[in-house]
């Protein structure tokens, strides 16, 4: 049999699979040319934290033998993907992403590489992230053991975070998937910048053990894909219930695609100043096109606005304060020093100050501000609006500043990023066009456990845009 | 015992809160170790002065978990 051609590379699950049942690739040879590709191609963008491609090939031959014998386990079966490294994988070093880290080896596999490696997927890599998952914050791209994740469209840009490396092998086709953390942004941010399809799950419905913690209330695991049908094959082979995780919502999720309610049923809630008003001038013509794709569904576009709430401080002090409790012992050592943001140094060391009177005072914010949010879903499916405001920015740029220019009036759902992580809502980013050469997205949100329905509009939005499938120059 | 509140005092109370938060302008990029610690516990300070501005009724209990 001829080594696969290049065309895999950028294939989805489906396609994989399906070449795979048909004996025209076997699972070895996907493991060791994804996991060459990414070997090669992952340290020019800062994306590669471990390789793990012989112990893929070693597992492929197992899957191989299991198809021969005509044991087919499911979609993913010979299908390989990278994990971020604050995934544990037993014998083997996660460092997430921090050089106090860097040694550091768990004897255990997290859940969620448990759990694909018993649907036949072959983990060939670790993937960079931001040192963390970001910890209370950071100020530069560069806070990373392994550099700053460069974006697969133009190496001057980031790749966003704190899950680079995961969004940057999917849009580089290095993976057909990987999986990635987000405690406020981390998934959708780096996805939206790189161009991939990804999925915020709900808290509580994939398991986080094995995977370093952040913020026990906030973090959560899901997938980057090539498209939204992706994802949600990724996702029911994820989620589930899991004793060893204490946030775990004891749910699993099936990916009913021949479910899906129709289009024209489906309300859908937005305001138009987020994608005029508060967008990036550069990203107002693809958010605008986004929008009447969107129309074009039949879905019905309703106008509104989140619940007026002070999101950001409230998901800052949670995580300040939860991050300084997890790596208390990291900040008493003084390792915490070999950091490589001043500013995550700083913030770690300043959340030990933060009185409980205050953290309890925004987790009862949350709680009326989630009450409120819910109150929206009681005539809308949807919350549409952009995954970022605009493009990636130029590496080196401070993150931590913002454009010079005055607030629009109306907030719209500008704060969903932290509002729908504060709820423990579900979210998928779905790229929908160009700023310049730098790719945006759009993100839909919904309801906690409402994830079938965020991936029956994003199908139907990628049958009709080819967004998703555009490869970034030169790794087509 | 229930502190009542209506839904427009809340919202107003709390768009005053936000509406300070966005006037704050960000502070230049500290030089150094001690000035970044100082700006952290600053930012800290500027944070929960907001979340002291929201007002709530007594038997609001904090998030710990999440139902469909």
Redesign the interface.
């Known amino acids: 049999m001829a080594e696969p051609g290049s065309e895999i590379f950028f294939a989805g699950i489906a396609e994989l699979n399906a070449m795979l049942r048909a004996k025209q690739v076997t699972a070895v040879e996907l493991a060791r040319s994804f996991g060459r590709r990414l070997e090669s191609l992952g340290p020019g963008y800062n994306a590669l934290a471990l390789p793990l491609t012989e112990h893929a090939i070693r597992a492929a031959h197992a899957v191989d033998a299991e198809i021969k014998r005509g044991r087919l386990r499911g979609p993913l079966q010979g299908i390989p993907y990278g994990a971020k490294d604050l995934l544990s994988v037993a014998g083997q070093p996660t460092t997430w992403g921090a050089r106090p880290y860097a040694a550091q080896v768990f004897d255990y596999d997290a859940t969620v590489v448990s759990k694909l490696a018993h649907a036949g997927a072959l983990i060939i890599g670790k993937l960079a992230m931001v040192e963390l998952a970001g910890g209370p914050g950071y100020r530069y791209a560069s806070a990373s053991l392994t550099g700053p994740g460069l974006n697969p469209w133009d190496r001057d840009r980031w790749s966003g975070g704190s899950s680079s490396g995961s969004a940057i092998a999917v849009a580089s086709g290095l993976a057909p998937f990987a999986i990635g953390s987000e405690t406020s942004g981390s998934i959708l941010t780096p996805a939206a910048f790189c161009g991939v399809t990804a999925l915020r799950p709900t808290y509580g419905l994939v398991s986080r053990y094995g995977a370093m913690p952040l913020s026990w209330t906030l973090d959560k695991l899901g997938p980057f894909c090539r498209s939204a049908e992706d994802c949600g094959l990724v996702l029911e082979a994820i989620a589930g219930s899991d004793h060893q995780d204490p946030g775990s919502a004891g749910k699993s999720f099936y990916y009913v695609p021949q479910y899906a309610r129709k289009m024209s049923e489906l309300r859908v809630g937005f305001a138009a100043g987020d994608f005029t008003d508060w967008a990036d001038e550069s990203a107002r013509p693809a958010f605008q096109q986004a929008l009447e794709v969107m129309r074009g569904l039949g879905v019905q576009l309703v106008e509104t606005k989140l619940p007026d709430f002070p999101y950001g401080p409230m998901v800052g002090t949670i995580i300040s304060v939860d991050a300084a409790s997890v790596f208390e012992p990291l900040i008493a050592s003084g390792k915490v020093d070999e950091l490589a943001d001043q500013k995550q140094i700083a913030g770690l060391k300043a959340g030990l100050d933060i009185p409980a009177s205050v953290y309890l005072k925004a987790m009862r914010i949350r709680r009326l501000a989630t009450r409120e949010i819910f109150k929206l879903f009681s005539d809308l499916d949807v919350l549409l609006a952009p995954s970022r405001l605009g493009p990636a920015p130029a590496i080196g740029e401070p993150l931590d500043r913002h454009p010079d220019r005055p607030a629009p009036l109306n907030p719209g759902l500008t704060a969903l990023i932290a509002a729908g992580n504060l709820a423990g809502m579900p979210a998928l980013s779905l790229p929908c066009g160009f700023a310049g050469k730098l790719p945006v997205a759009i993100q839909l949100a919904g309801l906690p456990f409402s994830e079938n329905t965020l991936l029956a509009i994003g199908r139907e939005f990628q049958n009709r845009t080819d967004w998703h499938k555009r490869k970034p120059p030169g790794l087509g | 015992m229930k502190n009542k509140m209506t839904r427009r005092q ?2 107003g109370a ?2 005053t ?2 509406a300070t ?2 006037a704050q302008t ?1 502070p230049a ?2 030089a150094n ?1 001690a000035e ?2 100082e ?3 600053g ?2 300070r500027r ?2 002065e ?3 501005k ?1 007002p ?2 007594m038997d ?5 978990h ?3």
Do not use: Y
């Open positions: 809340l919202a709390i768009l809160a936000t938060m966005a960000a990029i500290p170790p970044e610690l700006a952290a516990r930012q800290n944070t929960s907001t979340l002291a929201v709530l009724p609001t209990e904090p998030a710990f999440f139902a469909a």
